[in-house]
């Protein structure tokens, strides 16, 4: 198993401004995942973040807008730039475990954004 | 692409009744592991219970229990014995790829004491 910290776990920023937020995880993983759950919906993938790489955005997200750096195994940020009311929404890490894709994947408690 | 529709945005139950989830999916994989996650309100995802799509077998982790029909493509999660604690959005969802999980749009489960 893992256990997952979150930081903040909840904010409220002004339009235009940037915010990041920390996810640490208690042991080594190879893999990160960022999640954008927007109010009442489904969570989509934002990026995987892998050590010593650059991450992998899924379709509709770009670096220049949600920046990521993942410095070890344990720890990786999210940066949600130039901040608009749209951007509103919980945004969740996760982590799998084990080096297949048979491993669950495990979530820390997300980081609600608000943005005024 | 793969996807996953859950059908069902809400729904209630009796404490103590049976209460059956909807999910269906599409993809051209032919090995894949499927999952239900709960969300309470806390909002920490949890995994409540995984298939592996080889296994005919449906899965069961103590009342909560899936109907796997692999060629209809459907993915049913059964909650048994409700408890007010399984109150909690549902998400369906499949791995794609290496540990990438796709969800679906989720069902608020309410369960009435």
């Known amino acids: 198993s893992a256990v997952i910290s979150q930081k903040p776990s909840r904010d409220i920023c002004q339009r235009g401004t940037s915010l990041t937020i920390q996810c640490q995880v208690d042991?080594?993983?190879?893999?990160m995942f960022w999640y954008r759950q927007q109010p009442g919906q489904s969570l989509t993938l934002i990026a995987t973040?892998?050590?010593?790489?650059?991450?992998?955005?899924e379709s509709g997200f770009v670096i220049d807008k949600f920046p990521i750096s993942r410095p070890n195994l344990t720890f990786s940020t999210l940066t949600v730039s130039n901040m608009s009311p749209e951007d509103s929404s919980i945004y969740l890490c996760?982590?799998?475990?084990?080096?297949?894709?048979?491993?669950?994947?495990?979530f820390g408690e997300g980081s609600r954004l608000t943005v005024l | 692409a793969q996807t996953v529709t859950q059908s069902q945005p809400e729904m209630s139950v009796q404490e103590a009744e049976t209460v059956t989830l909807s999910c269906t999916y599409d993809?051209?994989?032919?090995?894949?592991?499927l999952f239900w996650y709960k969300q309470p309100p806390s909002r920490q995802m949890i995994l409540v219970i995984r298939?592996?799509?080889?296994?005919?077998q449906n899965a069961t982790e103590n009342r909560f229990s899936v109907n796997f029909q692999k060629a209809a493509k459907s993915f049913s999660l059964k909650i048994s014995d409700s408890q007010l604690g399984d109150a909690a959005m549902y998400f369906c969802?499949?791995?794609?790829?290496?540990?990438?999980?796709?969800f679906g749009q989720g069902t608020r489960l309410t369960i009435n004491p």
């Open positions: 993809t051209s994989e032919s090995d894949y592991y």
């Open positions: 042991s080594q993983v190879t893999m």
């Open positions: 298939q592996e799509a080889y296994k005919q």
């Open positions: 973040a892998n050590q010593g790489s650059e991450a992998t955005y």
């Open positions: 996760s982590v799998g475990v084990g080096q297949t894709r048979t491993g669950e994947l495990f």
């Open positions: 969802g499949i791995i794609q790829g290496a540990q990438k999980l796709v």
